[in-house]
């Protein structure tokens, strides 16, 4: 028996699954930090594309229609000049023989750097204004402070009764009656709901229940005492207890259970959130098992041995 042991081990891994789980390790471990990487920059991606330059686009023209001085002639000048002096105002030529300001024509110039020169007066107002007014470090402030200021009114409004009144009926006349449209608003209306508002539901406690049938557990967080007739009825105390679904809590049921027919769990919401989202796979330190893979393949090995002892001291016997 003791070479039996001693002969026992791990099954022999061969070079390709070695590296398949070394590659899959590696995988596990750097996967988290990239995603989170890529996530960001994706929505820093959408918010510089649909709304960010949207904005610019029309304020720099608002600002050029506002502030341009651009003439198509000007008189007393000769078809090779470049610059003249109209009203007191040095002009320069643009590439299409437009006049525009030659302050403003030189700011341009220089900060083009290696970038081709606008051909149009209009082209260098546009480069002009984005240079001077519109400037990243300028904009991306004026714009975040914009936003959060309209999320701010937008929440005012509709949370009073007048505007949640106005917003429930749009979404009931406009968005929960077009075919696809529907679908995908009331699926990201449920998520967005459950991530980003105020949650009037309070999780007081986690619990396991046999739901949905004897037998199968299903973990749960009370929500309340449940309703005065049920427990009437049950005759004795009852909860009602969320049953979230995995991987997106936002969903799920609510049942009204009995007490006593419900298990009280050792861990926090955070660490039922965990296991819900992961379908299981993440189980708090505390309640993981303890079980050994070792010691079940020697006490597997040990049952033919102690079985195969027992005939031969049965046949000694007979004998």
């Not at 686009?57 to 229609?65: D, E, G, K, L, P």
């Not at 900060?111 to 470090?137: A, C, H, S, W």
């Not at 199968?216 to 009437?232: A, C, H």
């Not at 819900?276 to 010691?295: E, Y």
């Amino acid at each position: 028996m003791a070479k039996e042991l001693s002969n026992m081990g791990p099954p022999p891994v061969n070079g390709f699954h070695s590296f398949r789980r070394a590659v899959l390790r590696g995988l596990a471990i750097a996967a988290p930090p990239l995603l989170t990487i890529v996530i960001f920059i994706w929505i820093f991606a959408t918010i510089q594309n649909y709304i960010l330059v949207p904005v610019e686009a029309t304020a720099r023209t608002a600002i050029v229609w506002a502030i341009q001085d651009i003439h198509r002639d000007l008189p007393d000048t000769a078809p090779e000049d470049v610059t003249a002096t109209f009203d007191s105002t040095i002009y320069h030529k643009t590439g299409n023989g437009q006049w525009v300001p030659a302050k403003v024509y030189n700011a341009v110039y220089d900060n083009l750097r290696d970038q081709p020169m606008p051909i149009t007066g209009y082209g260098v107002y546009e480069q002009y204004v984005q240079q001077v007014f519109l400037k990243r470090k300028l904009t991306i402030p004026f714009v975040l402070s914009v936003c959060i200021l309209g999320l701010y009114f937008a929440g005012k409004f509709l949370a009073g009764g007048l505007g949640r009144i106005l917003w429930n009926a749009s979404e009931r006349q406009i968005m929960h009656r077009l075919p696809i449209i529907r679908n995908v608003y009331g699926s990201v209306k449920q998520v967005t709901d459950f991530l980003l508002n105020e949650q009037e539901i309070q999780f007081t406690r986690v619990v396991a229940v046999e739901y949905p049938r004897k037998g199968m557990w299903s973990l749960g967080f009370v929500t309340s005492e449940s309703m005065l007739d049920i427990q009437d009825k049950a005759g004795e105390p009852v909860v009602t207890v969320l049953i979230p679904t995995s991987p997106m809590p936002a969903t799920g049921f609510t049942i009204n259970a009995k007490k006593s027919e419900t298990i009280e769990l050792n861990i926090s919401l955070d660490q039922a959130f965990q296991f819900i989202v992961s379908c299981g796979v993440v189980v708090p330190p505390h309640q993981q098992t303890q079980g050994s893979p070792v010691a079940g393949q020697i006490q597997a090995r040990l049952k033919p041995t102690e079985s195969e002892s027992a005939d031969t001291d049965a046949q000694s016997k007979n004998g």
